[in-house]
């Protein structure tokens, strides 16, 4: 599975009935520096699509989760069970998280939403797979191309179609703006803890960027 590394997301934490919403935000058309390419080789960026996620999103069977940390060992919600709820977009992928307590209060819970509050973890990373030529035909799915020689020379990976497996908090921001916010907000729940709907005039948007480790095996495939 590969991590996207270096790209743009944005998280926000509230607290209601007892519940946190971890409000999220995943950018489209946003290259990512993913290396600066050494002293010899060049330099690689990486954007997403619009739509690159929609076969995920909408598909009944596949499961989607928010982790800490590409660890499926620390779950925070996930799609099936109806506690994360996407709103895609043509220029961003959104979606609201609610945390149970009984998920808040295990150890790797409550330390996230305490990062989270304290500015530490406040990126986000999805963790995804192109699909196979049989799905989806390679060039339909990703194209790797040369930066235009009058900005930079670097190779751009630009990525159509992807399985979405998750989405991660992560700790490392890339810009020192990334921040979070945290405060109360007027969300209820059905039967089930799935939020219904939320007061948004409290929101703010908070610009951050992420920088987690790429995958040595599955990233540039030239």
């Given at each position: 599975?590969?991590?996207?590394?270096?790209?743009?997301?944005?998280?926000?934490?509230?607290?209601?009935?007892?519940?946190?919403?971890?409000?999220?935000?995943?950018?489209?058309?946003?290259?990512?520096?993913?290396?600066?390419?050494?002293?010899?080789?060049?330099?690689k960026?990486?954007?997403?699509?619009?739509?690159?996620?929609?076969?995920?999103?909408?598909?009944?069977?596949?499961?989607?989760?928010?982790?800490?940390?590409?660890?499926?060992?620390?779950?925070?919600?996930?799609?099936?069970?109806?506690?994360?709820?996407?709103?895609?977009?043509?220029?961003?992928?959104?979606?609201?998280?609610?945390?149970l307590?009984?998920?808040?209060?295990?150890?790797?819970?409550s330390?996230?939403?305490?990062?989270?509050?304290?500015?530490?973890?406040?990126?986000?990373?999805?963790?995804?797979?192109i699909?196979?030529?049989?799905?989806?035909p390679?060039?339909?799915?990703?194209?790797?191309?040369?930066?235009?020689?009058?900005?930079?020379?670097?190779?751009?990976?630009?990525?159509?179609?992807a399985?979405?497996?998750?989405?991660?908090?992560?700790?490392?921001?890339?810009?020192?703006?990334?921040?979070?916010?945290?405060?109360?907000?007027?969300?209820?729940?059905?039967?089930?803890?799935?939020?219904?709907?939320?007061?948004?005039?409290?929101?703010?948007?908070?610009?951050?960027?992420?920088?987690?480790?790429?995958?040595?095996?599955?990233?540039?495939?030239?």
């Amino acid at each position: 599975m590969e991590t996207a590394d270096n790209l743009i997301g944005e998280i926000e934490l509230r607290a209601a009935k007892g519940r946190r919403v971890i409000r999220g935000r995943f950018p489209y058309r946003k290259k990512a520096v993913l290396s600066d390419g050494g002293k010899r080789g060049r330099p690689k960026k990486e954007q997403f699509m619009p739509g690159a996620f929609s076969h995920s999103l909408d598909s009944v069977e596949q499961d989607i989760a928010l982790l800490v940390g590409h660890s499926f060992d620390r779950p925070l919600a996930s799609k099936k069970t109806g506690t994360l709820v996407f709103n895609d977009t043509s220029e961003v992928l959104t979606f609201d998280a609610t945390v149970l307590p009984e998920i808040a209060d295990t150890s790797y819970g409550s330390d996230i939403l305490k990062m989270i509050s304290a500015g530490l973890s406040v990126g986000l990373s999805p963790g995804f797979r192109i699909p196979p030529p049989s799905a989806v035909p390679s060039d339909q799915a990703e194209k790797i191309e040369e930066e235009d020689p009058r900005i930079g020379r670097a190779l751009i990976r630009t990525i159509f179609a992807a399985i979405l497996f998750e989405l991660s908090i992560v700790t490392r921001p890339a810009y020192e703006e990334a921040n979070v916010s945290s405060d109360d907000a007027n969300v209820s729940f059905d039967d089930f803890g799935s939020p219904i709907e939320a007061d948004k005039r409290n929101w703010e948007q908070t610009g951050s960027g992420l920088v987690v480790p790429a995958h040595p095996l599955h990233r540039w495939r030239l």
